[in-house]
């Protein structure tokens, strides 16, 4: 891990000119080559998976004794997206609790009024299909052919994790938050997501935060709403769940 690092070249390129395809590059339907999260399926097999915002969110099969893509799949396979939709920071976690692959996804613009928010999507394949809780393929996760940044085309797909929210007595909350990881502790079995977050009132200042995620009856991530502290699940009880919530 301390290196030293040898550079091998580029590994895939977008922007202009020839594609990896082979045709003209076109960002309404080619992925921008930047976020990428590289990771072992169930069976040892390595994938990367990326993109942000342009043709989408693309996964590429890789060579583990290479650590570059096997040879003839271009940019790859597409996931979701098209047409500028501002999506970006794909990761996958497997779970072996569930035998899912959950891709989690940054949708909006990541600035303290770009509405920046995390969503997650599930598969039994590393490569997809991947559906959100209500039966949406997110392959159909795009804006129109000729939009730029249509954020309402994209607004009923995925699950959505985290957004800007603001507790009612203190006033502490979180504005934009995404960008996402996320962690599988083996030993504990806990999971983690690890994002970074502005603040209401704060501008652009923003910092990095962890949450512990549980997986719910219906084999659906959910996050603590207040960051890990090295507390542990507990059961409550129905009279402290009862109380006043603020939407």
């Known amino acids: 891990?301390?290196?030293?690092?040898?550079?091998?070249?580029?590994?895939?390129?977008?922007?202009?000119?020839?594609?990896?395809?082979?045709?003209?590059?076109?960002?309404?339907?080619?992925?921008?080559?930047?976020?990428?999260?590289?990771?072992?399926?169930?069976?040892?097999?390595?994938?990367?998976?990326?993109?942000?915002?342009?043709?989408?969110?693309?996964?590429?099969k890789m060579d583990p004794s290479?650590?570059?893509?096997?040879?003839?799949?271009g940019y790859g396979k597409k996931l979701l997206g098209a047409n500028h939709s501002r999506i970006e920071g794909p990761y996958i976690q497997y779970s072996p609790d569930t035998g899912y692959y959950y891709l989690?996804?940054?949708?909006?613009?990541?600035?303290?009024?770009?509405?920046?928010?995390i969503?997650?999507?599930?598969?039994?394949?590393?490569?997809?299909?991947?559906?959100?809780?209500?039966?949406?393929n997110m392959i159909d996760c795009r804006g129109p052919a000729g939009s730029f940044f249509d954020d309402r085309a994209i607004e009923p797909y995925g699950v959505k994790?985290?957004?800007?929210?603001?507790?009612?007595?203190?006033?502490?909350?979180?504005?934009?938050p995404g960008h996402n990881s996320t962690y599988y502790d083996e030993e504990s079995r806990k999971y983690f997501i690890i994002f970074h977050t502005r603040f209401p009132?704060?501008?652009?200042?923003?910092?990095v935060r962890v949450h512990q995620m549980f997986i719910n009856e219906d084999g659906w991530p959910v996050v603590a709403p207040h960051r890990y502290a090295g507390e542990t699940k507990r059961r409550?009880?129905?009279?402290?769940?009862i109380g006043t919530y603020a939407m």
């Open 1 to 60: 891990m301390e290196g030293p690092y040898k550079n091998l070249g580029i590994l895939l390129r977008s922007g202009s000119g020839r594609g990896e395809d082979g045709t003209n590059y076109n960002a309404t339907i080619h992925p921008n080559a930047v976020d990428p999260h590289t990771f072992f399926d169930k069976n040892g097999d390595l994938w990367m998976v990326y993109g942000s915002y342009s043709g989408g969110i693309y996964i590429l």
């Open 66 to 73: 290479t650590g570059k893509q096997y040879s003839g799949q």
């Open 104 to 117: 989690f996804l940054s949708f909006g613009g990541l600035t303290a009024d770009g509405g920046y928010n």
């Open 119 to 136: 969503r997650v999507a599930r598969s039994k394949n590393p490569d997809g299909p991947y559906y959100d809780a209500e039966g949406n």
């Open 161 to 176: 994790l985290m957004g800007n929210f603001r507790f009612v007595d203190s006033g502490i909350g979180y504005v934009s």
């Open 201 to 207: 009132g704060h501008g652009e200042m923003h910092q």
């Open 236 to 241: 409550y009880s129905p009279e402290e769940v």
